[in-house]
């Protein structure tokens, strides 16, 4: 079986790239792991994947102020330089340039720390709480233009408990996040690649 070659983009600890290279043992998971991209340096995700013998690529965004594109370029070439074939957003906390998403349309996805289409952008486990819904979760989506916009691809479900805090809940949804994100990775590829060959 041919595996596809993807990235993982990550600005922090990384713990769902963790979970999806952990997923990517499997023999019979359809993507193969072949670069770990990072918009900062010093992101501890990046010692990790080093460590498991992940090439990665770090490009700190500061200095290339508003010109975002030019940032994204780099990125790209350094993408197609490792025969990337599909992208993982894993806590990668940059909006994408309409370039970018372009680029890679079709060939990448993200998980949010919430049931898109409520509660899009930053803080999810402190608005669901403030909101006083009763379930909360995680979505793996297409990347498109709008922020957390994209078709959803798949959804893992919580339920908010008494007394929660936003931590309590946060942790609880990560636990469904690296579950939910090696499982829609598998029925993209399997989707939307692997049955063209």
């Known amino acids: 079986m041919r595996k596809i070659k993807a990235a993982i983009f990550i600005s922090g600890r990384g713990s ?5 290279v952990e997923a990517a043992k499997a023999p019979d998971f359809p ?3 072949v670069l770990v991209v990072s918009n900062d340096p010093h992101a501890s995700g990046l010692e990790w994947a080093a460590a498991h ?3 990665t690529f770090a490009l700190d965004h500061k200095p290339y102020g508003k010109d975002r594109e030019a940032h994204e370029r ?3 070439a350094e993408l197609r330089g490792n025969g990337v074939e599909f992208i993982c957003l894993a806590g990668y906390m940059r909006v994408l340039t309409p370039w970018l998403v372009q680029q890679w349309e079709g060939k990448m996805i993200n998980i949010h720390p919430a049931l898109l289409p409520d509660f ?3 803080h999810t486990h402190e608005r669901a709480l403030e909101a006083g819904v009763i379930e909360h979760g995680a979505t793996v989506h297409w990347v498109s233009s709008g922020v957390d ?3 959803i691809i798949a959804q893992a479900r919580v339920p908010v408990l008494e007394g929660d805090t936003a ?3 946060a942790t609880r949804v990560l636990a469904e996040e690296h579950r939910l994100y090696a499982q829609a990775v598998r029925q993209v590829l399997a989707e939307k ?3 063209k060959m």
């Open 120 to 122: 899009k952008g930053l």
């Open 53 to 55: 013998g992940l090439k």
């Open 74 to 76: 780099l990125i790209d």
């Open 31 to 33: 993507a193969e792991f």
């Open 167 to 169: 931590d309590m809940l």
């Open 193 to 195: 690649f692997l049955t």
């Open 16 to 20: 769902n790239m963790m979970a999806l």
């Open 149 to 151: 916009e994209g078709e």
